[in-house]
């Protein structure tokens, strides 16, 4: 079974540009979570998709969004990227609503310049 | 918020001894979950513990879920070069009533390095 993919791995910006990240999730796993990760605050939830739907967020401003299409494919969007944006996003997926046993793709790096 | 408090911060070792990390909150935890990361890749999944109490074997990791689910640890027993890495603990967060909070909540790591 083929694991979380994350495209793009690497993506470099400039400040006040956007951005769109993709995931597709393991096959049969209907629940998303986005993470960033930075070495000062390490991983942090952004949020969680599960049917289409935002069940949970994280505390990062309006800027950070993400939506959930039928196939369990999930995006997030940065707008109005800022240098402190430059982080590994790592997508996770879990089987159902409960989010324990998440499998995580390999992560895109994004440089914000 | 939850935090989790992971010790120690990074360790060195020698190829063949054992290994102790652990995971402490002042919170309580429905789950935890032990996962490592390698250089230019997401965290692995290693082990997932549900009750407290519980002890769980993955090869030569072992983990344990604290009696009072406030803490965990992983032991990896006769290190050897390919467990380089970083260990994370991670917890399902827990509402004040103890229902889901529908989110993993991760330590800082432990950053694990094995001399040959």
């Known amino acids: 079974k083929a694991g979380v993919t994350q495209t793009p791995r690497y993506l470099i910006k400039t400040r006040g540009q956007q951005v769109t990240l993709s995931c597709s999730p393991i096959?049969?796993?209907?629940?998303v979570s986005w993470y960033q990760q930075t070495p000062g605050q390490g991983l942090q939830f952004l949020f969680e998709y599960f049917s289409e739907t935002q069940r949970n967020k994280g505390n990062f401003p309006g800027r950070f969004s993400g939506r959930q299409f039928s196939n369990s494919r999930s995006e997030m969007n940065v707008s109005t990227l800022e240098l402190g944006d430059s982080a590994l996003y790592l997508c996770?997926?879990?089987?159902?609503?409960?989010?324990?046993?998440?499998?995580f793709g390999p992560g895109t790096r994004l440089t914000v310049t | 918020g939850q935090q989790l408090n992971q010790s120690p911060q990074s360790m060195f070792i020698q190829e063949g001894e054992d290994v102790s990390m652990n995971c402490t909150s002042s919170s309580i935890f429905n789950t935890w979950l032990w996962y490592k990361q390698e250089p230019g890749e997401g965290p692995v999944l290693l082990i997932a513990?549900?009750?407290?109490?519980e002890l769980t074997s993955n090869g030569r990791l072992t983990a344990q879920f604290g009696i009072t689910r406030k803490d965990s640890f992983l032991n990896i027993s006769a290190s050897i070069p390919s467990d380089v890495g970083i260990y994370f603990c991670a917890g399902e967060g827990t509402l004040n009533y103890g229902g889901s909070q529908g989110n993993l909540i991760f330590g800082k790591g432990t950053k694990l390095s094995v001399k040959p």
């Open positions: 096959s049969g796993h209907r629940s």
């Open positions: 513990l549900y009750k407290a109490g």
């Open positions: 996770a997926s879990s089987l159902s609503g409960q989010n324990y046993e998440q499998y």
